[in-house]
């Protein structure tokens, strides 16, 4: 054997063993994907800057996958659905801080008395024109009463009163509810309906507005002397006409974007018909009811943590004062313009004069695991709130988010700053820069008017946030509220309170990932994660990157809740 016979042998040695340490190729199938989207910004609202991908990929209702294009199409079989955004923009669906979704029905249906830009009702003349014409339409039968919600007598000038809503009809009972959801007002025959008169005394909590002689009710009702014959007589009487209703607000809230809706008060038997609703499979997207503080006994039984139906009973709801714009919101220092009937000095009024009872209400939650939220809009109430929540804190001990400020319009820089100590999560109302900023300067100056709902404040403390609705005041619309959050602009183009403004990416997070952190689910909800619920809503624009004076011209154009399309702009 000479010697290249022998190094020849070696080298095929080596390389039969480098060609036996090789790996075999990976033929396994990949499962297939029900849905991948692509084709457009996708903006994960995950982290603390704005982060984009080219694709996720959904399955069975939950995101399987979030990353580059390439790699998911690579879970594309027979059966998947590949959706191209053809640029337009996804996200995670919305989530709203707080609002009364169970009432979404009621605008969609009732005479729209909003004002511009949500509606065309700028005079009492013009109230009483829509009202007359919903009164020969077909669905006063659907309750009994004509009505419909929205004015706003900081525009309008005043409440319309029975004498006005008489020209509407003297035979049918005639009902307008506030822009605020605060007040109502009714015709003659209303009053009767509700059992008012001269000798009524007022409730506590409310108001019943009076003629000049000092006792005949106007027909104007505030916060309690309202609010439940809102709820009581604006139903449909009908198991029909109520599920009309409930399918006419949840179209309504998912043309807005919604995939996580709330009902923030509950009364008598909402819980029940939300259940029966849901049950009868009539709820498409997740539903979370508040149950009030005086109907409270339904969470020993109903609260769950967990969706039936799309459907659950979240907490208590404790409210405990009333709007800033209809000045019923409870105040430490008075304000400069009172209300009708009023006298210089006033500064509005509590809902539940006895703290005490307060804080009996807010132990019972801790002690029992309830969330809670309270509403208070006033300084004077937020005092109220952490006088009767720093005692059962320091039995209890803190519970970070057991506890959710709503509005909280005219918090005080001190009371921003106690927030965080007593583990409350604030969701506040920024929206109302746009709407009443130029009524606020007048009614409680250009200093108090800036520091409503300062949300850069209470970043600035490390919190997370929330902003929110209300609606039925104004129209769930969202990108309106992203819009007022960010700029702070109101009617007249003046900016209120510009250091509170916060970046387009923080106000998209409070009505997603933050949102759902409010309501506990950050696990399942809000951002788009490998593993979290495939809920999305895909926009005509990116609002992280278009002139922010814009932002609330975006349209919600599909919403799609855990991979199915529940709505789509036609």
């Not at 209702?61 to 996804?90: H, M, P, R, S, Y």
Request: aromatic fraction near 8%; hydrophobic fraction near 40%; proline fraction near 6%.
């Amino acid at each position: 054997m000479t010697r290249p016979s022998a190094i020849a042998s070696v080298l095929i040695a080596a390389l039969v063993l480098v060609a036996c340490s090789k790996k075999p190729a990976d033929t396994t199938p990949v499962a297939a994907a029900d849905l991948i989207v692509l084709g457009g910004p996708i903006v994960t609202m995950q982290g603390d800057q704005p982060t984009t991908v080219e694709a996720i990929v959904v399955d069975e209702g939950k995101i399987t996958f979030v990353g580059n294009k390439a790699d998911a199409l690579k879970q594309k079989a027979e059966g998947t659905l590949v959706k191209d955004l053809g640029g337009k923009t996804l996200m995670p669906g919305f989530i709203d801080g707080h609002a009364h979704a169970q009432q979404f029905g009621t605008q969609a249906v009732g005479a729209n008395l909003l004002a511009p830009p949500d509606g065309g009702v700028n005079t009492v003349d013009d109230l009483v024109a829509r009202l007359k014409t919903f009164a020969v339409g077909p669905d006063v039968a659907l309750t009994g009463w004509i009505f419909g919600m929205g004015y706003d007598d900081a525009l309008l000038g005043r409440h319309p009163t029975r004498a006005d809503l008489d020209k509407v009809s003297t035979t049918v009972p005639v009902m307008a509810t506030h822009i605020s959801g605060h007040f109502a007002a009714v015709n003659t025959l209303g009053l009767q309906m509700i059992g008012y008169d001269a000798s009524t005394p007022n409730p506590e909590g409310g108001v019943i507005r009076r003629e000049a002689d000092g006792k005949t009710p106007n027909g104007v009702l505030e916060e309690l002397a309202a609010m439940p014959y809102m709820v009581k007589f604006l139903a449909p009487t009908t198991q029909a006409g109520k599920d009309y209703f409930l399918k006419r607000g949840l179209e309504l809230a998912k043309s807005y974007g919604y995939t996580t809706a709330n009902e923030g008060r509950m009364f008598g038997s909402m819980h029940d018909v939300m259940a029966d609703a849901a049950g009868r499979g009539l709820v498409d997207i997740d539903f979370i009811g508040w149950m009030d503080y005086t109907g409270r006994s339904a969470l020993d039984t109903g609260i769950s943590a967990k969706y039936s139906n799309h459907y659950r009973l979240g907490g208590l709801k404790i409210t405990l004062d009333g709007s800033p714009q209809g000045r019923t919101a409870w105040r430490t220092v008075p304000y400069l313009i009172p209300p009708d009937g009023q006298q210089p000095g006033y500064k509005g009024y509590p809902a539940i004069p006895d703290t005490k009872q307060v804080e009996a209400y807010l132990d019972e939650a801790y002690a029992k695991g309830w969330p809670v939220k309270v509403h208070a809009n006033g300084d004077a109430a937020i005092d109220q709130l952490f006088e009767a929540l720093k005692p059962v804190v320091a039995k209890h001990g803190v519970k970070p988010g057991q506890v959710t400020l709503i509005h909280g319009q005219f918090i005080r820089p001190d009371q921003v700053q106690a927030l965080k100590s007593l583990g409350i999560f604030p969701s506040l109302f920024p929206m109302h820069t746009f709407y009443w900023g130029d009524w606020y300067k007048q009614i409680v100056g250009p200093e108090q008017a800036a520091l409503i709902s300062p949300m850069r404040s209470i970043l600035n403390t490390g919190l997370h946030a929330t902003s929110h609705t209300d609606a039925p005041v104004a129209l769930p619309n969202l990108m309106q509220v992203v819009w007022a959050t960010v700029n702070r602009t109101s009617r007249s183009g003046t900016v209120i309170g510009p250091d509170e403004r916060v970046t387009p990416y923080e106000a998209m997070k409070m009505i997603a990932l933050w949102g759902a952190e409010q309501f506990g689910e950050q696990a399942t909800k809000g951002s788009l994660e490998a593993g979290k619920l495939a809920d999305l809503v895909v926009l005509s624009a990116n609002p992280l990157t278009v002139d922010p004076m814009t932002i609330n011209q975006i349209q919600v154009l599909e919403t799609i809740k855990e991979g199915k399309l529940v709505w789509a702009r036609k």
